[in-house]
T-cell receptor
Framework: TQLLEQSPQFLSIQEGENLTVYCNSSSVFSSLQWYRQEPGEGPVLLVTVVTGGEVKKLKRLTFQFGDARKDSSLHITAAQPGDTGLYLCAGATNTGNQFYFGTGTSLTVIP | DTGVSQNPRHKITKRGQNVTFRCDPI?????LYWYRQTLGQGPEFLTYFQNEAQLEKSRLLSDRFSAERPKGSFSTLEIQRTEQGDSAMYLC??????????????FGPGTRLTVL
């Protein structure tokens, strides 16, 4: 069951462009995490957001958790080829027992 | 501690054979999760342990799958009578099991299974 839908599914942009990835659900999550995964490797945690409306910045990456804690976005400024990868959001249920992953956004940044 | 480790990294087997994967979590982490991921998709939850207790299992985990964490440290995932549809990346993650709202999972590099 995919509780979290990500859009777009695929994104190919030129180096230097900006982009936003969306993660949406009808369910409320106690926290939401963003990961980046490279081929043949496990996901690597980028950030955890906990509070509705929270905004976190990690260099050129800006993460926002929706006020209702049902959705999130990831904005990348001035994308670089090193940003290429599969971006995954994952929401933790209120019981904290399971993390539900989104469908993933495959980003390719062309030099 | 260098993080979550998984062995083997790659496994090729023939249909019908049994396979076993191992996961060593971060040492102080109480929770351990198993996921399955197919190409281009997000990981799908299989099961998780709180210390040595297996607390939740997905419906994806058929009778051919079994997971153990006998001493609350490392875990094994066994697949019996493998089928071609079992081909996937099997990911392990661990977390402290702290307050639900702040618990964070850290993933291993995964075991890529190919069933011929």
């Amino acid at each position: 069951t995919q509780l979290l839908e990500q859009s777009p599914q695929f994104l190919s942009i030129q180096e230097g462009e900006n982009l936003t990835v969306y993660c949406n659900s009808s369910s409320v999550f106690s926290s939401l995490q963003w990961y980046r995964q490279e081929p043949g490797e496990g996901p690597v945690l980028l950030v955890t957001v906990v509070t509705g409306g929270e905004v976190k910045k990690l260099k050129r990456l800006t993460f926002q958790f929706g006020d209702a804690r049902k959705d999130s976005s990831l904005h990348i400024t001035a994308a670089q080829p090193g940003d290429t990868g599969l971006y995954l959001c994952a929401g933790a249920t209120n019981t904290g027992n399971q993390f539900y992953f989104g469908t993933g956004t495959s980003l390719t940044v062309i030099p | 501690d260098t993080g979550v480790s998984q062995n083997p990294r790659h496994k090729i087997t023939k249909r019908g054979q049994n396979v076993t994967f191992r996961c060593d979590p971060i040492s102080e982490h109480n929770r351990l999760y198993w996921y399955r991921q197919t190409l281009g998709q997000g990981p799908e939850f299989l099961t998780y342990f709180q210390n040595e207790a297996q607390l939740e299992k997905s419906r994806l985990l058929s009778d051919r799958f079994s997971a153990e964490r006998p001493k609350g440290s490392f875990s094994t995932l066994e697949i019996q009578r493998t089928e071609q549809g079992d081909s996937a990346m099997y990911l392990c993650a661990s977390s402290l099991g702290a307050l639900e709202s702040t618990d964070t999972q850290y993933f291993g590099p995964g075991t890529r299974l190919t069933v011929l």
